[in-house]
C-alpha cells in the first residue's frame, strides 16, 4: 500500500524558513517524479514544484521559484520542500503527490498525503 | 485565477446527470496535454479519480465519465449519489508556464 505522511508543517513568521519532509513507502520511490501541492484554506488546489526521479530535474510555480526548493533523498525515501522567504500568501496545507505518466505532458498525481498545514502570520 | 476554468458550483437531484467542464487554452488542454481530474471530499485529502482524459481506476464507478475535446474537456456523472458530494479538480500540464495547473474547483452538491 503506498503512503506518503507529511511532517514539518507549523507556524513561522513573515520572512521566516519551514522545511517540509514526506516520508514515502509501498512503492519504489527511486522510481517515479514526486511533487508538492498546496491548498489554501477554503481555496483550491495549487502546483507547487516537481522533483524527477533522479534528481537532477525541478520545476517551479511562478509563484514560489526563487523562495523554495524541492529536493529528494532516495536512499532515505523522503522528499522534501526547504521554504525561505515565507510570505502569507503560502499559508496552506502543504500535499507531498506521488507522479504518475510517461511523458511530463501526460503526468499527473494518484497518490497524496494527507498534508501538513503551513500558517505565516506574525 | 485559475489558468483551467470550472465552474464554481453544479448540483442535481439523486439520479439525476450533470456535467462539470474544464477550459483550458492552447498552451495546456490544447497543446495535447492530458487532462485528469481529481475528487476531494470534506476535510480530506484529493483522491485521482479520471487520467489520461477518460480512463477510471479501478474503485472509480463507471458513473464517471469524462472526455477531451479541442481547449475543453468535462466530467460526467450519471445517477447522481450523495455520496458523490466533493469537490472536483480537473489538471492538466501547461507547456508555457513550464508545470502542472489545476482548475479552480467545482462543488458539486446532491440536492
Known amino acids: 500500500e503506498v503512503q506518503l505522511l507529511e511532517s514539518g508543517g507549523g507556524l513561522v513568521q513573515p520572512g521566516g524558513s519551514l522545511r517540509l519532509s514526506c516520508g514515502a513507502s509501498?512503492?519504489?520511490?527511486?522510481?517515479?517524479?514526486m511533487s508538492w501541492v498546496r491548498q489554501a484554506p477554503g481555496k483550491g488546489l495549487e502546483w507547487v514544484s516537481t522533483?524527477?526521479?533522479?534528481?537532477?530535474?525541478?520545476w517551479y510555480a511562478a509563484s514560489v521559484k526563487g523562495r523554495f526548493t524541492i529536493s529528494r533523498d532516495n536512499s532515505k525515501n523522503t522528499l522534501y520542500l526547504q521554504m525561505n522567504s515565507l510570505r502569507a500568501g503560502d499559508t496552506a496545507v502543504y500535499y507531498c503527490?506521488?507522479?504518475?505518466?510517461?511523458?511530463?505532458?501526460?503526468?499527473?498525481?494518484?497518490?497524496w498525503g494527507q498534508g501538513t498545514l503551513v500558517t505565516v502570520s506574525s | 485565477q485559475s489558468v483551467l476554468t470550472q465552474p464554481p458550483s453544479v448540483s442535481g437531484a439523486p439520479g439525476q446527470t450533470v456535467t462539470i467542464s474544464c477550459t483550458g487554452s492552447n498552451s495546456n488542454i490544447g497543446a495535447g496535454s492530458d487532462v485528469h481530474w481529481y475528487q476531494q471530499l470534506p476535510g480530506t485529502a484529493p483522491k485521482f479519480f479520471i487520467y489520461?482524459?477518460?480512463n477510471r481506476p479501478s474503485g472509480v464507478p463507471d458513473r464517471f465519465s469524462a472526455s477531451k475535446s479541442g481547449t475543453s474537456a468535462s466530467l460526467a456523472i450519471t445517477g447522481l449519489q450523495t455520496e458523490d458530494e466533493a469537490d472536483y479538480y480537473c489538471?492538466?500540464?501547461?507547456?508555457?508556464?513550464?508545470?502542472?495547473?489545476f482548475g479552480g474547483g467545482t462543488k458539486l452538491t446532491v440536492l
Open positions: 489520461g482524459n477518460s
Open positions: 509501498g512503492f519504489t520511490f527511486s522510481g517515479y517524479a
Open positions: 503527490a506521488k507522479n504518475r505518466g510517461l511523458k511530463v505532458a501526460e503526468w499527473f498525481f494518484d497518490f
Open positions: 489538471q492538466s500540464y501547461d507547456s508555457s508556464l513550464s508545470g502542472w495547473v
Open positions: 522533483v524527477i526521479n533522479s534528481a537532477d530535474r525541478t
